[in-house]
C-alpha cells in the first residue's frame, strides 16, 4: 500500500479531512431517523450506505493466574472515495480492528490492530449476516446465534465462542439512539450483554483455555457528533443478577454534558430506558498518562435517576494503564478498560481526552 493510499485510509477511518488532490464533492449517507423497525440477521451484518459502524465486543476472562479484560472491535467507514470507480482498488469502505488484553500482571494494554481497503477477500464485512474478515481476523455469527472471535498479534491471541444467554437489547427508541441535541446526531444502538465466553488464549506461544462473560455493542451512523463534542464517556456493565447497566454522556470541551443516554435492564428483563439528563458520570480518580499527557477520570460514579429513584455505582479499574492508541490503523488514543462495580463486571470507554475526537 502506497503512502498516499494508506494516509487516505487513515483519515477517512478518523473521520479527518482528506488531502486536497483527493478530496471530492460530499457523497451522500444514509440518515439515521426513527421509524425503521430492526430487522434480524440482517442488521447484524454491515450496512455500507451509513458513513461508519463498529462490532465492540468486550469482557472479563477467567484464567489460571487471575481475571484478564479483552476487547475485539471492528470497524467500517464509507470513504466517499472513488463512489463512481469501478476499479476493484478503489477505497469506498475501510476496514479496521483493535484487539486488546488486560492483565494486571503487566500493568498496561497489550494491543494489535489492523486496517484494509475493503475487497479481494482480504478484508469483508457481509450485509446479511455478521461476518468480518480482515487478514487472519475474524468475527462471524453461526446460525444458532454464537458468535466467533479471532483476533492478535504478536504478544497474544483469542480465539473465543460467545454464545447469547439473553434477548438483544435495543438501546434508545426501539433502537433509535440519540447522541445530540438535534435529531439527526443519532445511531442504531442495541447491545448484546451476557455473552457466555469459552475459548483459548495464545500468550508466548503457550495456549491456555478460558472462559468468562463479555458483551456485544453495535452500532451505526452518518452523523453521531455535534460539532461541539470533544468525546464521550461510556460504560456497560452485566450485573451478576442477570441484569445489564448501559451509560454513557457526550462532553463538550469544558467537560459539560452535551446529550446522555442508556438503560437498565433488571435481572427479571424489565427495561428502563433513561432520557437526556437521567445520567450522570462523577468525581472519582483521575489518572495521567506518561505516554500521552491525558488525564482519565477512571473511577468515576454513575449515576442515574430512574422512576423509582436514584441509582447509583463506583466504577473501579482493573487497573489504571488501559490506554488504548490507535493511531498507527488511523483511530484515535482513548482509554478502553476493564472495570468492576459491587454486584457487577464490565468496561469503561472514554474518549476525547488526549485529543477531541471527529466521528
Do not use: C
Not at 74 to 91: K, Q
Not at 336 to 346: C, H, L, N, Q, S
Amino acid at each position: 500500500m502506497g503512502a498516499l493510499t494508506r494516509r487516505i485510509l487513515m483519515a477517512a477511518a478518523a473521520g479527518a479531512a482528506l488531502p486536497p488532490a483527493v478530496a471530492h464533492a460530499a457523497p451522500t449517507f444514509a440518515p439515521v431517523v426513527p421509524g425503521r423497525r430492526l430487522a434480524f440477521p440482517r442488521d447484524h451484518g454491515a450496512h455500507p450506505d451509513f458513513r461508519t459502524e463498529w462490532w465492540y465486543l468486550t469482557g472479563w476472562l477467567e484464567t489460571a493466574s487471575g481475571p484478564l479484560g479483552f476487547q475485539v472491535t471492528f470497524f467500517r467507514t464509507r470513504t466517499g472515495l472513488g463512489e463512481g470507480n469501478p476499479s476493484r482498488f478503489a477505497p469506498r469502505q475501510v476496514l479496521f480492528a483493535h484487539a486488546a488484553l488486560s492483565d494486571p500482571e503487566v500493568g498496561s494494554l497489550l494491543h494489535a490492530q489492523r486496517i484494509a481497503r475493503q475487497g479481494f477477500g482480504l478484508a469483508e464485512a457481509s450485509t446479511s449476516d455478521m461476518d468480518i474478515v480482515l487478514d487472519d481476523w475474524r468475527l462471524a455469527r453461526e446460525p444458532s446465534g454464537r458468535m466467533r472471535a479471532r483476533a492478535g498479534g504478536d504478544d497474544f491471541t483469542l480465539d473465543l465462542a460467545l454464545a447469547p444467554t439473553q434477548s438483544l437489547l435495543l438501546q434508545g427508541q426501539a433502537g433509535f439512539s440519540r447522541k445530540g441535541p438535534q435529531p439527526s446526531q443519532a445511531s442504531w444502538y442495541y447491545t448484546l450483554p451476557h455473552l457466555e465466553v469459552t475459548g483459548d488464549l495464545v500468550r508466548r506461544g503457550r495456549t491456555a483455555r478460558v472462559r468468562g462473560r463479555a458483551w456485544l455493542d453495535r452500532e451505526w451512523s452518518s452523523t453521531l457528533l455535534d460539532p461541539r463534542a470533544v468525546g464521550w464517556d461510556w460504560t456497560g456493565i452485566n450485573l451478576d443478577d442477570g441484569g445489564a447497566l448501559t451509560a454513557f454522556r457526550v462532553r463538550d470541551a469544558r467537560g459539560r454534558a452535551l446529550w446522555t443516554g442508556g438503560s437498565l435492564r433488571t435481572g427479571d428483563g424489565r427495561l428502563w430506558t433513561a432520557p437526556n439528563g437521567a445520567v450522570a458520570f462523577e468525581g472519582g480518580r483521575t489518572w495521567t498518562s506518561p505516554r500521552t499527557g491525558a488525564v482519565y477520570p477512571v473511577a468515576p460514579s454513575v449515576r442515574l435517576q430512574t422512576p423509582q429513584g436514584e441509582r447509583r455505582w463506583a466504577l473501579t479499574p482493573l487497573f489504571d494503564d488501559q490506554e488504548l492508541d490507535s493511531r498507527p490503523s488511523g483511530g484515535p488514543v482513548y482509554w478502553e478498560g476493564a472495570v468492576r462495580i459491587p454486584g457487577g463486571r464490565g468496561y469503561l470507554e472514554l474518549t476525547g481526552y488526549a485529543a477531541p475526537l471527529r466521528l
